[in-house]
């Protein structure tokens, strides 16, 4: 069974840039949310998605949306980049919601100069 | 915001002994998993536990959870060099994949 797969690994952006990300789960599973993680704030929920619908959401400004497909594939947009937006950004894969393990994909290392 | 808080932030320990990690919490949970990240990768899963359960094992790992105190911890038996690595524990409060994550313990297992 293949597991979580983040793309891209790497992305370099300038800016003012906008940027998305993609994420596909592990087959079946229909939760996918969304961290960043920084040096200085660790890991930090940005929002989850179930069935194609945004269920929770963290406390992180508009500039960060997101989105979930009918095969559960989901992206995350970040607008107007700002140099704190540098991170990696993790995408945990679940079957369900709720007291299920959530697995997660390699990240996407985005860099803000 | 941050919910867990791990304790030891740093743990270095020779290859052969056990590492002890514990994780502290603030709110009521639904259920705390234990990962592992290697050097800015993804997060490996290792055991999920249940508000309703106590101690779980998988291999050389051992996780307890004490509800009435707020805490979890993960003890690795005879570790190995490729153990190292930084530890989290994460918090399910609400029961809805929103977990609240510690700032991590970082394991130094020497050969």
């Known amino acids: 069974k293949a597991g979580v797969t983040q793309t891209p690994r790497y992305l370099i952006k300038t800016r003012g840039q906008q940027v998305t990300l993609s994420c596909s789960p592990i087959s079946g599973h229909r939760s996918v949310s969304w961290y960043q993680q920084t040096p200085g704030q660790g890991l930090q929920f940005l929002f989850e998605?179930?069935?194609?619908?945004?269920?929770n959401k963290g406390n992180f400004p508009g500039r960060f949306s997101g989105r979930q497909f009918s095969n559960s594939r989901s992206e995350m947009n970040v607008s107007t980049l700002e140099l704190g937006d540098s991170a990696l950004y993790l995408c945990?894969?679940?079957?369900?919601?709720?007291?299920?393990?959530?697995?997660f994909g390699q990240g996407t290392r985005l860099t803000v100069v | 915001s941050q919910q867990g808080e791990e304790d030891p932030q740093a743990l270095s320990i020779q290859e052969g002994e056990n590492a002890t990690m514990n994780c502290s919490y603030k709110?009521?949970?639904?259920?705390l998993q234990w990962y592992r990240q290697n050097s800015g990768r993804g997060l490996v899963h290792l055991i999920l536990i249940r508000s309703n359960e106590r101690e779980k094992h998988s291999g050389r790992l051992r996780v307890t959870l004490d509800t009435s105190k707020k805490s979890s911890s993960l003890l690795i038996t005879a570790s190995r060099a490729a153990d190292t690595a930084s530890y989290f524990c994460?918090?399910?409060?609400?029961?809805?994949?929103?977990?609240?994550f510690g700032a991590g313990t970082r394991l130094t297992v020497k050969p």
């Open positions: 709110t009521s949970i639904n259920n």
């Open positions: 994460a918090t399910d409060v609400y029961n809805n994949n929103d977990m609240r």
């Open positions: 998605y179930f069935s194609e619908t945004q269920r």
């Open positions: 945990a894969s679940s079957l369900a919601q709720g007291s299920t393990e959530a697995f």
